[in-house]
């Protein structure tokens, strides 16, 4: 196993059983979001996202923090002293790398292994999956230095739990742990520390045995059916999963095949083999 870093040392990445770790890179800093590890976030997707040495994208985080959100120095005031322009492009990389988390190639998941504050709730948001340690702290901390929750970070908690929740957590700046998180439907399991990576590697191994392309589909097809009607959703799922055969006109094939004609797996109980 090799590890990558990025040049400036933000950024990190190691792929293992054909799974890519990828890490928030700053652990004396807990992680937060400078311009220059959003920089670099965008360079390792670039690089890493149509490889095919690895099938699924675990994003976590070195150190105690999954992230601590922006860097309140980098981000905020050193960038707002450059002007209007400085501001826009440091947004424009950030919000650039979560957006493009969030159609990733490759399924995606976040584990959440220690604080993860204000912005990091984008590319929390942004991964397909996200599992967190029981004692990971979760805040929309925002409030408590004065401003409201940006980048995206109160769509996302409307999107993710209830109003109550929602409007509870965002004004009172108090934070809640994944066990919470996972009540609330910010993550999708809270599991104890010790046993976080494993139950990770654990769902993007069996993530590596279904068909890509349709996992590929799915991923954006449950992202693309939220604002929709169920009429236009039935006619863009007709759609996608049409654009979907028309590149991968033998996966759903053989899934056939090996259960109606060579009766070796039973799509309810599993997927057949790649
Ligand atoms: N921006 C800039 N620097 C940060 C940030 C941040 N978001 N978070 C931590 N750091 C720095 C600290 O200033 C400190 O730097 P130093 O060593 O040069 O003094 C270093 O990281 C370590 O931080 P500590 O506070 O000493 O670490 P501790 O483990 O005691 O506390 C905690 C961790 C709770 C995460 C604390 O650092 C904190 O409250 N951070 C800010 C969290 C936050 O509100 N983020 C912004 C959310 S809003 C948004 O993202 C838009």
């Known amino acids: 196993m090799t590890r990558t870093t990025t040049a400036s040392g933000t950024v990190a990445y190691e792929i293992v059983d054909r799974v890519a770790w990828l890490y928030f890179n700053r652990p004396d800093k807990r992680n937060c979001m400078s311009p220059t590890l959003n920089d670099d976030m965008n360079a390792v997707l670039d690089e890493l996202e149509y490889r095919d040495d690895f099938g699924v994208l675990v994003l976590t985080g070195e150190g105690t923090a999954f992230s601590a959100g922006m860097d309140l120095k ?7 002293a450059k002007g209007l322009g400085a501001t826009r492009a440091a947004q424009r990389s950030s919000y650039g790398w979560w957006r493009r988390l969030r159609w990733y190639q490759k399924p995606t998941i976040a584990m959440v292994n220690g604080w993860c504050f204000g912005g990091a709730y984008g590319p929390l948001f ?34 993710l739990t209830n109003f109550r929740n929602a409007m509870y957590h965002a004004m009172m700046g108090e934070n809640v742990d994944g066990k919470t998180a996972a009540e609330w439907g910010l993550v999708n399991e809270a599991v ?3 046993r976080l990576k494993e139950r990770v590697n654990d769902v993007a191994q069996v993530l590596l045995q279904k068909n890509p392309v349709a996992l590929k589909a799915t991923k954006d097809a449950i992202r693309r059916v939220g604002e929709m009607t169920y009429d236009n959703a039935e006619d863009f799922l007709v759609r996608a999963q049409e ?3 028309s590149y991968d006109n033998e996966g759903r094939k053989e899934g056939i095949k090996q259960f109606i004609d060579e009766k070796s797996y039973k799509p309810g109980l599993g997927a057949y083999d790649l």
């Open 126 to 159: 942004a991964c397909d999956l996200a599992f967190a340690a029981e004692d990971a702290q979760f805040g929309l901390s925002e409030i408590n230095w004065g401003i409201l929750p940006g980048g995206g970070a109160t769509k996302i908690i409307r999107e």
């Open 192 to 194: 104890p520390a010790d």
């Open 243 to 245: 654009a979907a055969n």
């Open 74 to 80: 980098e981000y905020f005031r050193e960038t707002e």
